[in-house]
């Protein structure tokens, strides 16, 4: 739940602890699978990062039916929110091994649009946005594909992102701000937050958020202002996919 739950922890909370008693009626079956892994989605939003992280690398090391509960993106979008870049890399091979020509429904559909975005932040970091580009293509490919709602509003942020870093902050206001019309209806609270402070920072061009092309829920130096992102954000990671 946790695009739409994420600001409320009361039902994550009922709903892990269900998942956990389940994981640890079922040890015989998975015996090697922590019941804690129940409450992953949790310890991300919440900035239990060195907890996530072994937990998320642990079901890695061994996925089956664990995934349902620690998905490749969750790993990716730790990963890469820890600026440990070259796993992140690692997973987009494994999930997209065409790249973005990877054709749609050849990966797991929600996975995908995560590893594509992230992809297309790494190359957005480094300055080419040729290849940048061709991700965010690819993703919209395969939202198109798929039809759902879940992922578009993601997807206009990171359009943003890429706009913004090209230096064309008109685009880059027309993405956000499509950006929030599609985390309002369904409401998803991430995507909401990411997008109204992404406007702000556009509309404050001439600040330290105004200057890069990234940093939606950054402030000066890029580094997230959330603050369960920033406590559990290494130093210099923290910009957003």
Partial sequence: M??????????????????????????????DLPPQVAHFSSLLLEGGWPEARALALTVRADPSDAESFVAPGALGLLAYHQ??????????????????????????????LTMQRLAAALARDEGDLTTARRWLVARDRWLAWGGGVLGQAE???AWARYHRAAGDHAQARTHAAA????????????????AR??????????????????????????????PAWARGGAAGAGRPP
């Fill in 83 to 112: 600026g440990d870049r070259d796993l992140v890399r690692a997973l987009v091979r494994e999930t997209l091994p065409g790249g973005p020509e990877t054709a749609p429904g050849d990966a797991i559909f929600t996975t995908a």
């Fill in 155 to 157: 997807g206009q942020l």
């Fill in 2 to 31: 946790a695009p739409y739950g994420a600001d409320r922890p009361l039902e994550r909370g009922i709903l892990a602890a269900e998942d956990e008693q389940a994981i640890a009626e079922a040890s015989g079956v998975r015996a």
């Fill in 179 to 194: 950006a929030l019309a599609r985390a309002t209806t369904p409401r998803q609270p991430l995507a909401l937050l990411a």
């Fill in 197 to 226: 402070v992404l406007l702000g920072q556009l509309a404050y061009r001439g600040g330290p958020g105004g200057r890069r092309g990234d940093p939606a829920g950054c402030g000066a130096g890029g580094r997230l202002r959330h």
